[in-house]
């Protein structure tokens, strides 16, 4: 991780270049993390809903590509680790003071249950689908009975899982410019963000389409409001979280935080969907692709700015 060299009660800029910093497998991690969280969050609320029928890109298409996120990233975050051969030890014991606990059980208990949910509507992609063996077929029919009970389940963890995203991050104290508690719900809303996104390109009529994409633009602007909280936060608080805002406000992630992230990831998109809203002709995979854009440099520089904030001792 990145060590930063702190003069005069102030984060000094001139940052060793040679230090090691957290590299690309743990932001990925978060973003796939989030867009499953996010699919699966609406997959579960239109089943509840009973709107299994009137939405099926949401319920039936899109989650047949989060299994292969899960376990993506979890492949990244498995890079990660120094010690790879003891991740087990995570699954011995349950400490509920501790996010990475939380975390490690919630994706224990999701990654199967997503897999079960993409294999109940996988006719969806390959109508002729048959499973091969009896059992199998008296499984799917079994399980089916209890799909809204599958989905209240999903849903709990899901929003568990986008929060935690974030809070892995807040738990790390030492760092001010993840200490916030803002950042479980800002985490929330951007794989929420993402998902809605996602299942865009999944949706098989106008109508499905045009309620995500209504969504998706309410979603953005909860995350411009938990953003400029942030910073409201931070600027009135202690000099070296006022520093931390400052790497936003100025400093060397100005550029790349409000261009990426603010401009294309958050607000052309949004105004691409009203255009969209009122039948102007934008091609869909535009929006969606500066939002899933926006998305993961939001985590890459959340993660890398992070790591140059420090409180003083």
Do not use: C
Request: hydrophobic residues 55%.
């Amino acid at each position: 991780m990145r060590e930063e060299i702190i003069t005069s009660g102030r984060l000094n800029p001139h940052i060793d270049p040679h230090l090691e910093i957290w590299h690309w497998q743990i932001p990925l991690y978060l973003f796939l993390g989030g867009l499953a969280a996010g699919i699966l969050f609406f997959a579960a609320l239109y089943t509840i809903m009973g709107k299994e029928d009137k939405y099926p890109g949401a319920v039936r298409r899109a989650p047949i590509i989060v299994p292969f996120l899960l376990v993506l990233g979890l492949f990244a975050l498995f890079l990660d680790l120094k010690h790879k051969l003891f991740f087990w030890q995570l699954y011995t014991i349950i400490k509920f003071e501790s996010p990475m606990s939380w975390g490690a059980w919630t994706l224990m208990a999701i990654t199967p249950l997503s897999m079960v949910w993409a294999a109940l509507h996988i006719r969806e992609f390959f109508p002729k689908w048959d499973w091969k063996y009896d059992i199998l077929k008296d499984i799917e029919k079994e399980v089916q009975k209890y799909k809204v009970h599958i989905a209240w389940v999903m849903i709990v963890l899901a929003v568990i899982l986008g929060i935690y995203t974030g809070i892995l991050l807040s738990a790390f104290n030492a760092r001010p410019l993840w200490n916030t508690s803002i950042l479980g719900p800002l985490f929330l809303a951007s794989g929420l963000s993402a998902g809605a996104a996602a299942i865009i390109l999944f949706a098989k009529s106008e109508k499905e389409r045009r309620l995500f994409t209504k969504i998706d633009i309410l979603l953005i602007v909860i995350e411009l409001f938990l953003i400029t909280h942030l910073f409201m936060g931070f600027m009135a608080s202690t000099s070296v979280q006022i520093d931390a805002a400052n790497l936003f406000l100025g400093g060397q992630y100005t550029a790349p935080f409000w261009i990426f992230v603010v401009i294309l990831g958050l607000i052309v998109p949004a105004g691409l969907k009203i255009m969209e809203l009122r039948h102007m002709k934008i091609p869909v995979i535009i929006p969606v692709v500066l939002v899933l854009f926006g998305g993961i440099m939001f985590r890459f520089i959340i993660v890398y700015a992070g790591q140059m904030s420090r409180w003083l001792y």
